[in-house]
């Protein structure tokens, strides 16, 4: 979630490391549990991005379907 999704550009900030946690909690239960979609975590993260941190940046899709892409090609290693 940090390298990939990173909506707020914390990345650097040694101190900010854990920031995305409680999102990427969620990421992988809904990955797991409920077998959930790219488009399914793409729609959270976005929710999450524009609702809870009140980013409207256009480029906020892109990433978190990106982002979401990259998660749901992790699926085959669990």
Same mark, same amino acid.
């Given at each position: %979630?940090?390298r *990939?999704?990173n909506p707020?550009g #914390? &990345?650097g900030i040694?101190?900010?490391? *854990?920031?995305y *946690?409680d999102?990427? /909690? $969620?990421v +992988?239960? %809904? +990955? #797991?549990?409920e077998?959930a979609t @790219?488009k *399914? #975590? @793409?729609?959270?993260?976005?929710? #999450? @991005?524009?609702?809870d %941190?009140? +980013? &409207? /940046?256009?480029? %906020? @899709?892109?990433?978190? /379907?990106?982002a =979401?892409e990259l $998660? $749901? =090609?992790l699926? &085959?290693n669990?």
């Amino acid at each position: %979630m940090l390298r *990939d999704w990173n909506p707020i550009g #914390i &990345s650097g900030i040694p101190e900010a490391k *854990d920031e995305y *946690d409680d999102y990427a /909690d $969620v990421v +992988l239960g %809904m +990955l #797991i549990h409920e077998n959930a979609t @790219a488009k *399914d #975590i @793409a729609g959270y993260l976005f929710e #999450i @991005a524009t609702e809870d %941190m009140g +980013l &409207s /940046d256009r480029k %906020m @899709a892109n990433l978190c /379907d990106r982002a =979401a892409e990259l $998660v $749901v =090609a992790l699926r &085959s290693n669990f």
